[in-house]
């Protein structure tokens, strides 16, 4: 929250309206979505390359095994295509001036020497590049001075399985230049071939009879004179390096299928190393390659060329070759200086790495800019700064995993075959390393056995690691789950300690793993040993029973916690930000987003660990604290769209279609004739225009498009190029741009379907294209203009519950600038809250609900409702009327845009152990309240607190309330504070003290406090309460006996339990677990939204959670919020289903198989689907009897248009449907 | 609603062996809502047709049509102008609705593409069950609002059979006997007296063993 | 060929569940008609996984192959054999 800001009377300036968010991981992402979805100009700051932190490293997320790059990939784009995120990538921020409302920043822009302008993502660059290695590149020479030429004293010949047997595939014509050649003979010595006619005095000449084109010649020619010269060489006009890499590809796609390991004699890898690279380590020779390995710069550019694999870059050298390892895969396999961070990266730009290219280091190569169409490389970038005015700066850089080498027992960096869990991850990725195979690094071979180790880096005092981190139990279970969905022969065992699964739907997801055959074994492994001859390894541990064992894996991934990096925190402390020992930030439990220093605010893994659901709202939250500060500045600083008038179109207006067919640069040109695809275009029924641009994409491209559209009066655009997921709106919206409906538009993509999987077969590819062109065309032709719905929205919010997550967001939510109608159905505000007296770091709850009470009942904008209950509610996003109940019997209507609902939970209160009827059998809430009420713990000396006392039981609740644990240390150190010679014993089943929790819990344990842990199954507690004295007899497994326990008091973790929202839950028509806690739109990045548009939820109403973890949600909930309510007008999207009424048989077929409950039977007797809120899903399309409703885009006569034009040989005229 | 289920296509295409140029005609009323008759399905068995004629190596000429009613003169009439032109009209409509267009084209064969079922109601989307058989003397006020003649496999009118056991009729194990569940629902209401009140038997002229039936309002006419 | 997300994975919920019903029903009538219900099929993959849809497409393409001419391609080349060129019709 944002007290502070509110508080600086001196600050009359109005603050700025831009926000800078410091780190693009999904956190980042979110924070600068939300920020810029409101109204806020955001700079998105990022380190890396690209943006999409470690969530786009991961392959699947836990608990619902959604592949995680589908689901943030859309993110990516969105914030890449957003008008008001500037992205800052491969940048960091220096410093930080000013204060809240008015900073002053200075970013370090990195050189990328790729003009992100320019540059359209082809990949072209990435892929010519010759260099695998970093180089031990040779001393450079004073600018001016004279190169000094290599001399190669130390010598290698490399041979390979037979004799060179020189091929001329796809060979170049050499020719001596008469004019040029000084008479010197040594190409005459260096052709192998006798080809060279030469005389002493004469000048030199090839013959072309004998010649096997190796270009022997050519590399021997001095430089000096250049008398060599090549013909029919293609791409040799963009430089000899171009030709090579060329040739090579021609070469290598010849001989594509045979394993050759032979010199061919190309010759390719010598006029790379002396032409391209100017090192002139390699020479062809009788019996092979001769290598001068003392002068070799180890580039690995001859290799990478060498169409036949002939050669080793370690035989090669003296020096010890670095391959360029692939960050984003964790270096498990390697890439070029130049390159694209990965696939799906955004901005889709590739970087130049300074260390290894050979052009920064040398001033040779140059092949990338060479091939470059874009001319987007630029060699001379130089690091710049750039000052930002920002209004707050939300700091979440995410984390680094821990350094597994440091826990050296389990041999991770020696042994090949123990690897870490994020590297798991890599292996798993379809994008991966090995394209999803899981295999072993050692070997490649397919690990059967794999175990997992857990708390490496974490819950380790050992290595100042004391903290949980809070992911590693689920992301293990996750691994294991799906490695076995790879390959169901792998057998995964987990060696945990506590299992700590206590999110929403995380027991559940355990359970189905240990259903999957994945093994769990308690107990914390010791050591790792490897057998050299199998590259096994042997696990030794001490198990439940204290017996020593061992067994033998074979693959062993290390769950790595999670840590915060040395460069954030370097960072953080020029940003003046206070850390904890761990370099976590120190934030207030009750204002959990705010940083130490006025006007930042925290977010994500940096904030202490946690999961992406959580970092998610995290970041919604840092966006609301961060912007609630600047809401006088709302949409100052953004750009905001201005069109011109759309044409209205008549039905028999004559069809004028245009045709756009992109090169890509080259990637689609260099295996799709894309001019004969756009002469094919235009003998299409009704295509007046057809051209080929370049990058149909680029900037002038689109502007170039707008005015063909208008100066031929085109009236439908069919555009051939790449992806319609990432490029389709932005070609749209040029149409719209020139004054058309953006929906007479279709697009067909040659490039994923065409040039990128038929690099082979050109022609083929061709006469594909030609057929999507076609039915592209066909489709265009069949479209129809499309209203996008747009109405004005209510900007107040409706906040059902007014517990603490409820006032936290009405405060907020005012602050915002929007009204409140705070529903609460008890007498007084507060919730649940109003049991708990202190949190676990010793803040006084009592006086936070009280102060936060008068907020909201000092507010104007917030009208509060208690004992009240919303009765009827309708409407859709933007604008919704409730019905609200009101204690005199009354009802009153009232309209609001969105919808919170925080109706919270309570402390169940299950009938066990005399529960209720017993005075000293106790919840963990009624204990905490007798310890601040003095004296009245007083007399006990024994006290045994049971965990899961009727929580992860199918009798009781059957999911774990995440809070209990926790809540359970924090009580029994405050009764060890009150009573140091009291006994406390715990009896658990995992003690769940995720993240910091961990800290009090290791203090509980150095306390004293004895921890007993049991199954259900195997040793439950035998429990016989009595009116003054209790007898707990449990089994102790880390003794192994059974011990009796005799406490004046038992206290009972019962766990959360939601309110009863069974009606609150069908009037809103959203849907409820089975435990009766909401649902949210999606479980890893929608954690705050609920299925419906326009509603979101916050608290314990979504699952349990504590208070901080309540304030975060409802200062989320907030944000996304915002994204609605600071809106004037909502835009919906034309593609929506419409019921035609006369054909409506009212069969209810269409309400009953909507997934939203959308359509609905009028006052008119006919099925009625609200535009506002259909999803445009096709569902009712299909399953209509009576072909009554249409979804526009994919009417009938669009499907038939494109079939009939896909089988049509001949282009013939789609006909239209029935 | 009425309801009915689609015929076997060999049948169909048996049925169709002597002509090559039809009508289909479907109905916009009880057999679009219960999903055979519709536009939809028209569209579907016409497909269907044409595919396996041609493979067949015998083509075949469908018009496709679809009547607001085939129960109704009015809309059967909208065919009349071009019914001539074709060799025969397969029709997806219920019994009632292609015996009508039979009547009124007489000189066209008239084929049926569904087999009519019951009146019935959506139990849930995609599954319909019976509930009246039109017996013309209606005792549901008796009866907790469960019928005797559909529920009851027999038709029994003094409570059960012999053949009812555990609530479950002897006809089939999935049909809960109709009797039990009168029973049940009677003492639910505290109407266990209606049990005695049943007319001492049932007249079933009003139903179809007086022959073909027929309404006639005079206040319509 | 219909390709689906995951199950359980439908961004409109139960939209892949519907048209695996549906396809069910065409491959019926395949079946029935003798045209061969081999000839349509329903895969489900996320769209991480690209090298799975060119498996799944290379699977089918074998099976259609393996089916031969559809007996539609069959009856039409017949008839286009037995009608002198020039009269075909599109």
């Given at each position: ?20 968010v ?10 600068a ?5 409101s ?11 690209a943006?999409g932190?470690?969530m ?14 589908c ?12 008008r008001?995120?500037?992205l800052?990538?491969?940048s960091?921020?220096?410093d ?7 900073f ?5 822009r ?6 992100t302008e ?7 660059c ?12 040779p ?10 030429k ?21 060979a170049?014509t ?18 192998l ?36 010269s ?8 963009k430089?000899l390096?171009a ?5 090579s ?5 010849e ?51 060498c169409?036949?694999?002939f ?12 391959p ?5 895969n964790?270096?498990?396999n ?15 730009v590739?970087?130049i790495?300074e ?68 590297e798991?991850e890599?292996?798993?990725s379809?994008?991966?390393p090995?394209s ?13 056995k794999?175990?997992?180790?857990q708390c490496?880096?974490s819950?380790?005092h050992?290595c100042?690691?004391?903290y949980c ?6 992301y293990?279970t ?14 995964p ?8 699964s206590?999110?929403?739907?995380f ?12 093994r769990?074994?308690r ?13 096994n390894?042997e696990l ?16 062993v991934?290390?769950s ?7 460069k954030?925190?370097d960072?953080a ?9 761990y ?5 207030d ?10 006007g ?5 893994a ?8 959580e ?7 840092a966006?609301?604290?961060a ?17 011109p ?10 069809l ?5 067919v ?7 040109a ?6 004969a ?13 057809a ?12 502007e ?12 439908r655009?069919?555009?051939a ?14 149409l ?6 953006k929906y ?31 039915m592209?065309v ?7 203009a ?8 209510d ?16 405060v907020e939510?005012a ?5 409140v109608?705070?529903?609460e159905?008890q007498?007084t ?23 936060l ?6 507010n ?8 009240s209950m919303?009765?009827d509610q ?6 919704f009327?409730s019905?609200?109940?009101t ?6 209507m ?10 919270g ?17 106790m ?13 009245s ?19 009781h609740l ?32 995992d003690?769940r ?12 344990r150095?306390?004293g ?23 707990i ?20 973790s ?13 009037m809103?028509r ?20 609920l ?43 034309g ?7 006369t ?13 939203y ?7 008119q007797?006919?099925?009625e ?17 009576a072909?009554?409703i249409?979804?526009?885009?994919y ?7 494109k079939?009939?034009s896909y ?8 006909k239209?449907?029935? | ?28 009323g ?6 055979v008759?519709g ?9 269907t ?5 041609e493979?067949?190596?015998k ?9 607001e009613?085939?129960?109704d ?12 032109d074709?060799?025969?009209?397969l029709?997806i ?34 599954e ?11 005792v ?16 029994l009118?003094?409570?059960p ?16 006997c109709?009797?039990?569940l ?15 009140k ?6 079933w002229?009003s139903s179809?063993?007086?022959?073909p ?8 006419i | ?11 409109f ?7 695996r ?14 045209i061969g ?14 090298a799975?849809?060119a498996a799944?497409?290379?699977e ?21 054999k ?9």
């Amino acid at each position: 929250m944002t007290q502070h800001l509110n508080t600086t009377s001196e600050s009359v300036k109005t603050p700025t309206g831009a926000v800078m968010v410091v780190g693009g991981g999904i956190s980042g992402m979110q924070s600068a979505l939300d920020l810029a979805n409101s109204g806020f100009k955001v700079h998105l700051v990022e380190s890396s390359p690209a943006i999409g932190g470690k969530m786009a490293q991961l392959d699947k997320t836990f608990p619902t095994n959604d592949c995680s790059m589908c689901i943030v990939s859309p993110k990516l784009v969105e914030v890449g295509r957003h008008r008001n995120i500037e992205l800052l990538t491969h940048s960091e921020v220096k410093d930080v001036t000013g204060e809240a409302g008015n900073f002053k920043a200075t970013i370090i822009r990195h050189a990328r020497y790729v003009d992100t302008e320019r540059c359209n993502g082809c990949g072209l660059c990435e892929i010519t590049c010759p260099v695998t290695y970093t180089s031990w590149f040779p001393e450079q020479t004073a600018p001016g001075e004279k190169k000094k030429k290599l001399k190669a004293l130390e010598k290698r010949v490399i041979t390979g399985p037979g004799s060179p047997k020189p091929e001329s595939f796809h060979a170049w014509t050499f020719s001596v230049d008469e004019d040029k050649c000084q008479k010197c003979g040594s190409c005459h010595r260096a052709c192998l071939h006798q080809a060279i006619v030469w005389e002493k005095g004469e000048i030199a000449k090839i013959n072309p009879a004998i010649c096997t084109a190796c270009g022997a010649c050519f590399v021997a020619c001095p430089d000096k004179f250049s008398a060599i010269s090549i013909a029919d060489a293609p791409e040799l006009e963009k430089s000899l390096g171009a030709a090579i890499v060329n040739r090579s590809k021609a070469i290598k796609e010849e001989l594509a299928g045979q394993d050759r390991h032979d010199c061919i004699r190309c010759g390719l890898c010598a006029m790379m190393c002396t032409k391209v690279m100017n090192i002139g380590a390699l020479k062809m020779v009788e019996d092979g390659i001769e290598a001068g390995i003392d002068i070799c710069q180890v580039c690995g550019a001859c290799a990478s060329i060498c169409p036949v694999n002939f050669l080793d870059v370690p035989r090669l050298t003296n020096k010890e070759p670095r391959p360029l390892l692939n960050r984003f895969n964790e270096g498990l396999n390697t890439r070029k200086p130049i390159n694209i961070f990965f696939p799906q990266a955004v901005p889709r730009v590739p970087v130049i790495n300074e260390q290894s290219c050979v052009r920064l280091n040398t001033g040779e190569c140059g092949i990338c800019q060479s091939i470059c169409g874009l001319k987007a490389i630029d060699y001379t970038h130089t690091e710049s700064e750039t000052e930002l005015d920002i209004g707050s700066v939300i700091f979440s850089p995410g984390f680094e995993v821990f350094d597994a080498k440091k826990r050296g027992e389990f041999g991770y960096g020696q042994y090949k075959n123990v690897v870490t869990s994020i590297e798991f991850e890599r292996l798993l990725s379809a994008s991966g390393p090995t394209s999803g195979a899981v295999t072993r690094p050692g070997d490649g071979a397919h690990p059967k056995k794999i175990a997992w180790i857990q708390c490496v880096g974490s819950r380790d005092h050992s290595c100042n690691r004391d903290y949980c981190s809070s992911v590693c139990c689920m992301y293990a279970t996750k691994e294991a789950f799906i490695a076995r969905e790879h390959d169901s022969s792998i057998e995964p065992t987990i060696f945990y300690i506590d299992m700590r699964s206590f999110g929403k739907n995380f027991d559940d997801y355990v359970v189905r793993a240990k259903e999957k055959n994945v093994r769990y074994v308690r107990a914390m492994v010791s050591r790792v040993f490897e057998d050299p001859q199998t590259g096994n390894l042997e696990l030794r541990y001490v198990d439940g029973a204290g017996s020593k064992k061992s067994e033998v894996f074979d693959m062993v991934v290390l769950s790595v916690g999670i840590q915060i990096p040395q460069k954030t925190k370097d960072l953080a402390n020029v940003l003046g930000i206070d850390m904890d020992d761990y370099g976590f930030a120190v934030t207030d439990t009750f204002e959990p987003l705010a940083a130490s220093r006025p006007g930042i605010f925290v977010s994500g893994a940096f904030n202490g660990p946690k999961d992406i659901p959580e970092t998610v709202i995290e970041a919604s939250a840092a966006a609301q604290a961060a912007s609630a500060g600047l809401a006088a500045a709302r949409g100052s600083l953004i750009t905001k769209e201005v069109l011109p008038d759309e044409r209205a179109t008549t039905p028999d207006e004559e069809l004028r279609i245009g045709v756009f067919v992109c090169h890509c640069g080259a990637n689609i040109a260099s295996v799709v004739d894309v001019a004969a695809v756009a002469e094919y275009a235009k003998t299409l029924p009704g295509v007046v225009y057809a051209d080929h641009p370049l990058y149909t994409c680029s900037q002038d491209s689109q502007e170039g498009i707008r005015d063909i559209i208008k100066e031929h009066r085109l009236n439908r655009v069919a555009i051939a190029a790449c992806s319609p997921s990432t490029h389709e709106p932005l070609f749209m919206s040029t149409l719209r741009q020139a004054g058309i409906n953006k929906y007479f538009f279709d697009m067909a993509n040659i490039r994923d379907q065409c040039s990128w999987v038929h690099p082979t077969e050109p022609a083929l590819a061709t006469e594909k294209s030609k057929r999507l062109m076609r039915m592209s065309v066909a489709n265009a032709s069949q479209t129809r203009a499309l209203t996008e719905l747009e109405f004005d929205v209510d900007s107040s919010l409706l906040i059902i519950g007014g517990g603490v997550a409820g006032m936290t967001a009405a405060v907020e939510a005012a602050k915002q600038g929007f009204g409140v109608y705070l529903i609460e159905q008890q007498a007084t505000l507060g919730g649940m809250a109003q049991s708990l007296r202190r949190t676990g770091d010793g803040r006084d709850i009592g006086a936070f609900v009280q102060a936060l009470k008068q907020q909201v009942l000092n507010n104007d904008a917030i009208k509060i409702f208690v004992n009240s209950m919303v009765v009827d509610q309708k409407g859709f996003v933007g604008s919704f009327e409730s019905e609200i109940m009101t204690p005199s019997g009354g009802s009153r209507m009232i309209k609001h845009g969105a919808i919170l609902v925080a109706t919270g939970a309570e402390e169940a209160r299950p009938d066990l152990y005399g529960l209720d009827t017993l005075d000293k059998v106790m919840t963990q809430t009624d204990f905490e309240a007798a310890l601040y009420s003095s004296g009245s713990t007083n007399g006990y000396e024994s006290i045994v607190m049971l965990q899961c006392a009727g929580s992860r039981d199918s009798n009781h609740l059957d999911y774990c309330s995440r809070v209990c644990c926790n809540q359970a240390v924090k009580n029994a150190l405050h009764f060890k504070e009150l009573h140091p010679d009291g006994r406390v014993d715990i009896l658990y089943r995992d003690m769940r003290c995720y993240g910091l929790g961990e800290l009090n819990y290791r203090k509980a344990r150095l306390m004293g406090i004895n921890f007993i842990r049991f199954d259900p199954d195997e040793n439950p507690p035998e429990i016989m309460t009595h009116e003054h004295v209790h007898m707990i007899k449990i089994t102790d497994p880390s003794i192994g006996m059974p011990v009796t326990l005799t406490p004046d008091l038992l206290v009972l973790s019962t766990g959360i339990k939601p309110r009863d929202t069974e009606e609150l839950a069908s009037m809103l028509r959203v849907p409820r677990n089975k435990a009766g806690f909401f649902i949210e739109a999606h479980a890893k990045l929608r954690p705050v939204d609920l299925p419906s548009e326009g509603l979101f939820m916050a608290g314990t109403v979504h699952a349990p959670k504590d208070i901080a973890e309540t304030i975060a949600q409802a200062q989320a909930a907030v944000a996304r919020v915002t994204t609605i309510l600071s809106k004037k007008s909502l835009k919906l999207s034309g593609v929506v289903s419409t019921v035609d009424p006369t054909h409506c048989a009212v069969c209810l077929t269409c309400v009953r198989a909507c997934p939203y409950g959308v359509p609905f039977i009028n006052d008119q007797h006919t099925a009625e689907i609200n535009p506002a809120l259909c999803q445009g899903c096709g569902i009712c399309v299909a399953e209509c009897p009576a072909k009554a409703i249409t979804l526009g885009r994919y009417l009938d006569s669009n499907i038939l248009a494109k079939l009939e034009s896909y089988t049509g040989s001949e282009p013939a005229v789609p006909k239209g449907g029935q | 609603m009425i309801t009915g289920t689609p015929k076997p296509i060999e049948e169909i295409l048996q049925m169709l062996e002597p002509y090559d140029n039809i009508v289909l005609a479907g109905c916009f009323g009880c057999v679009t809502v219960c999903r055979v008759g519709g536009e939809k399905e028209v569209e579907v068995l016409a497909s269907t047709l044409r595919l396996a004629r041609e493979a067949s190596g015998k083509k075949i000429t469908i018009k496709e049509v679809c009547l607001e009613r085939q129960c109704d003169p009015e809309y059967i009439e909208t065919m009349r102008p071009y019914v001539e032109d074709y060799q025969a009209v397969l029709s997806i409509a219920c019994g009632a609705g292609i015996q009508f267009l039979a009547e009124k084209f007489t000189t066209t064969p008239l084929l049926p593409g569904i087999n009519t079922g019951f009146l019935g109601v959506t139990e849930r989307q995609g599954e319909w069950a019976e509930r009246c058989q039109g017996c013309g003397d209606c005792v549901l006020h008796l009866t907790g609002g469960i019928c005797p003649v559909t529920r009851c496999a027999k038709s029994l009118f003094h409570g059960p059979c012999g053949g009812s056991a555990k609530g479950i009729c002897e006809v089939d194990k999935s049909v809960p006997c109709g009797w039990q569940l009168i029973i049940d629902r009677l003492k639910a209401l505290n109407q266990m007296d209606n049990y005695c009140k049943l007319k001492p038997y049932k007249g079933w002229n009003s139903s179809r063993d007086g022959g073909p039936r027929r309404i006639v309002r005079e206040d319509m006419i | 060929m219909i390709m689906g997300c995951l199950e359980g994975n439908c961004h409109f919920v139960n939209g892949n569940f519907r048209a695996r019903a549906r396809v069910q029903r065409v491959h019926n009538i395949l079946e029935k008609i003798n045209i061969g219900a081999g000839r349509i099929r329903m895969f489900n993959l996320s769209a991480g996984e690209g090298a799975k849809f060119a498996a799944y497409a290379n699977e089918f393409v074998d099976q259609i192959q393996e089916l031969g001419p559809s007996p539609i391609n069959v009856a039409r080349k017949k008839e286009a054999k037995n009608v002198p060129t020039g009269e075909i019709t599109a």
